[in-house]
């Protein structure tokens, strides 16, 4: 130990300090102190709790198990991976946006047909990326209930009791799923004690998460809740490449509970938190990194990357040049494809 390096029981102090008003299993991400390490720069056997298999889950559980933690994954459906089986099926997208894109190339090699509605807003996507067995459509006018029995409802493998009206004239029926992909309203219902309902975004405080709906609060570098940094989200962040955000961010998350990388003092996220609210302002654009991503990512790794140094770990390797040239291309044919709209 090195001379300026603290003593154990002062290092137990401050951890104690930081991880203050602990409760045992929160959640999206919940991580259990089981005992303070003999070191003072460890924390050892603790439990991990992911909430949600979706693909921010898993990344953050196959990191978060690499790095040796004991990590279990909830999940209320039956498979990971946020995939459901559409085969065969008429699907509906309400929205015509990068998830609602998404949504329908992931469905095209399964679903029958697929239809996208749009309302030609300013975030709505070319039609030329839809899949060949998707048609895009205008506005909804209304539903007709063809059922009587809210039982009909039940059974996913029959069309839904409905018809639908666009407002062009036309009707749509035999629909099996309607998936609505108008934007985040953000919910955490099994976290109550964190929300705030009818608290307006710009009056949240030092501990509420959700207020409106459309900001997530009180998160330091869109990850770690400052009161209490056991608290971890994965995939708050949008207008990102989805999959590689969420594994730099799930490494950041491993870092930090292995013991690689080390967070700020309470005070200090604080202040890097609210410099951040100053310069982009509360709401949902709080959260975009559109035109943002490469200077999060490269100053996450570079965080991490200087604190493994400290303890002897190898550096993580940020985006890959290959990945920065597939994301110049891609870029540049979303802008053709809007020039040309």
């Known amino acids: 130990m090195s001379a300026d390096e603290p003593t154990e029981d002062e290092a137990t102090t401050r951890l ?14 919940l991580f259990h102190l089981q005992r303070f390490s003999r070191s003072s720069r460890l924390l050892a056997a603790m439990k991990v709790a992911i909430v949600g298999a979706g693909i921010s889950g898993v990344v953050a ?19 990971a991976g946020g995939v459901w089986s559409f085969r065969g099926q008429n699907v509906l997208l309400v929205g015509s946006g990068v998830s609602s894109i998404d949504i329908a190339r992931e469905l095209g ?8 509605v749009s309302r030609g807003g300013a975030f709505d996507l070319p039609a030329s990326l839809l899949p060949p067995n998707a048609t895009r459509i205008g506005e909804i006018a209304s539903f007709e209930n063809l059922a009587a029995e809210a039982d009909s409802l039940k059974d996913n493998s029959k069309s839904l009791p409905w ?18 992909c108008t934007g985040y309203h953000i919910s955490l219902p099994f976290l109550k004690q964190y929300h705030s309902d009818d608290t307006p ?3 949240a405080n030092n501990t509420v998460l959700v207020t409106d709906g459309t900001q997530v609060h009180n998160l330091h570098k869109d990850i770690f ?14 207008y990102t490449a989805t999959f590689t955000l969420f594994e730099f961010q799930a490494m950041a998350a491993a870092a930090v509970l292995s013991n690689q990388a080390f967070l700020p003092i309470r005070e200090g996220m604080r202040i890097e938190y609210q ?5 982009k302002g509360v709401g949902k654009s709080f959260h975009s990194l559109k035109d943002k991503e490469v200077e999060y990512v490269d100053e996450l790794v570079g965080w991490i990357n200087r604190d493994r140094a400290t303890v002897g770990a190898k550096p993580v390797e940020g985006h890959t040049q290959a990945w920065h040239i597939a994301n110049a291309d891609r870029l540049q044919k979303l802008r053709q494809m809007f020039e040309k709209t």
């Open 16 to 29: 104690r300090e930081d991880w203050e008003d602990y409760s045992q299993w929160h959640a999206l991400i």
């Open 201 to 203: 975004v710009y009056e």
């Open 275 to 279: 410099e951040r609210v100053r310069r």
């Open 225 to 238: 809740y400052i009161p209490d940094p056991t608290l971890i989200f994965i995939g708050i962040p949008y």
């Open 61 to 79: 559980g196959a990191h978060l198990g690499r790095a040796g933690l004991d990590t279990t994954v909830f999940e209320r459906n039956d498979a």
């Open 163 to 180: 018809r639908i009206f666009l407002r062009d004239g036309r009707e749509l029926a035999k629909i099996h799923r309607i998936i609505l």
């Open 109 to 116: 090699p399964e679903a029958e047909e697929i239809y996208q």
